[in-house]
């Protein structure tokens, strides 16, 4: 993806993330939120189904339309291809794409797995904070196991 383009998506992104929510579900606060909630509220429905793949294809559009209409995006959706090294795609790079990730070791994970020094440390989803790039102060409100989950936006890239 072209530096431009990442940066008008990164934009978009950002422009939902500051726009107040516009769905009931509990807990959302942003038009971000609506979305995320969406997923998390039909996920045991949507995802051991055969309509999981055009579920989710409509989803995308409609995401990709908020991002166009809400936030005067003239890009297409993204999207991660194949790469040898996933953690090594330029995707992820904290300077001209969505940032990395990093491991917060002095606090539970969203799950409440403590990453401390003096533990075992988990290779799972869900213990890395993103510390750089677009969204690294981005506080995530929803999650999973709970509705209401605040936490930092994490990534495990492995």
């Known amino acids: 993806m072209h530096l431009k383009k990442k940066s008008d998506y990164i934009e978009a992104v950002k422009c ?11 807990g959302v606060r942003t038009r971000f939120d609506d979305f995320q909630a969406l ?3 039909l996920a045991e429905v949507i995802h051991a189904v055969g309509q999981f793949l055009g579920w989710h294809r409509q989803f995308l559009f409609v995401y990709e339309k908020a991002l166009r209409e809400e936030c ?3 890009g297409a959706q993204s999207y991660v291809s194949s790469f040898p090294d996933i953690a090594k795609s330029p995707i ?10 990093d491991v917060d070791s002095t606090h539970p994970d969203m799950f ?3 990453h401390s ?18 969204f ?23």
């Open 39 to 41: 997923h998390i509220n």
């Open 72 to 74: 005067g995006y003239q």
């Open 112 to 114: 409440g797995t403590d």
């Open 136 to 158: 690294a102060s981005y506080e995530v409100v929803l999650g999973p196991g709970k509705l209401i989950n605040d936490h930092s936006l994490v990534r495990n890239i492995n």
């Open 117 to 134: 020094p003096a533990t075992n440390r988990s290779s799972g989803w869900g213990e890395r904070c993103v510390k750089d790039g677009p």
């Open 16 to 26: 939902l993330q500051s726009k107040p929510a516009t769905t009931s579900f509990q």
């Open 92 to 101: 992820f790079d904290p300077h001209t794409s969505f940032g990395g990730n």
